[in-house]
């Protein structure tokens, strides 16, 4: 008798031993699979589209390359493929839905985790991260400004968002984000500048300048700059105004 209750005992506890192995295992597959799904949502988010086309669809000026050949609107850049401006200006959508206006004598190639700008300045609105020689702008949705001198000296400005930049080359430079209203520059050697709030004026130039004027289609978003640049210049009266219209047509 005294047997057949230790053997009973030894049984339960083998099972609850059993049982309980059973309930870790199902509790450690569940977190795995909660922390990746979590790490892959964040992932997504952080991660726009890859950049791989551009569809040219309007030209101000004379004239625009594509592969060193006079483009027209609804003309495609692929991957690899120089933009090049002259005395144009050309806006630019790409694959990801962002837009991209290029100003004169501006050189940018279509990659694939960026475009890369060699010369030049750009106008980018939308999920589509930018390059210079020397950094990185991460972006999700944002407007913001580069321009690359002809040194090779890098300049950014936010004009609504937030863009996060990494330096491209093995240095200890570390990242920075900077919000709208904020600028940088980044020398040929990729050393970050202090990040600095801009003062009104530089925005008031973008805005009444060459990638904003002469344009047949309007810049999406631009109450979403207005409105942001508001809220950094509060009475600042960013509302559109004829500044901020097409340029009449000369018959």
């Known amino acids: 008798m005294l047997a057949k209750f230790k053997g009973f005992v030894l049984g339960y506890r083998s099972r609850w031993r059993s049982l309980l ?14 922390l990746s799904a979590v790490f892959n949502a964040h992932r997504n988010v952080a991660q726009p589209p890859l950049v791989t086309q551009a569809t040219i669809v309007d030209i101000v000026g004379q004239q625009v390359l594509v592969r060193d050949r006079p483009a027209r609107p609804q003309d495609r850049a692929r991957q690899g493929d120089p933009v090049r401006t002259t005395r144009a200006r050309t806006q630019l959508n790409f694959n990801t839905g962002a837009i991209g206006r290029l100003g004169q004598n501006t050189v940018l190639t279509i990659g694939q985790q960026c475009f890369q700008i060699q010369q030049g300045e750009i106008l980018v609105k ?14 999700r949705g944002t407007s913001y400004w580069m ?29 920075v984000s900077l919000i709208q209203g904020q600028g940088i520059i980044i020398d040929t050697q990729g050393r970050f500048g202090s990040v600095t709030q801009w003062p009104i004026e530089r925005f008031e130039k973008i805005l009444n300048g060459p990638l904003f004027q002469g344009f047949q289609t309007e810049f999406p978003g631009l109450l979403d700059v207005q409105e942001a640049l508001e809220q950094v210049f509060p009475g600042a009266g960013f509302s559109g105004d004829a500044s901020y219209q097409k340029e009449p047509s000369h018959s």
């Open 126 to 139: 939308g999920a589509a991260n930018g390059c210079s020689n020397t950094v990185r702008a991460g972006v």
């Open 21 to 34: 192995f059973l309930g870790i295992a199902i509790a450690s597959f569940s977190t795995f699979t909660l």
């Open 147 to 175: 321009e690359v001198s002809a040194s090779g000296q890098t300049e950014v400005g936010v004009l609504e968002g937030e863009v996060e930049l990494a330096p491209l080359r093995k240095t200890a430079q570390e990242s």
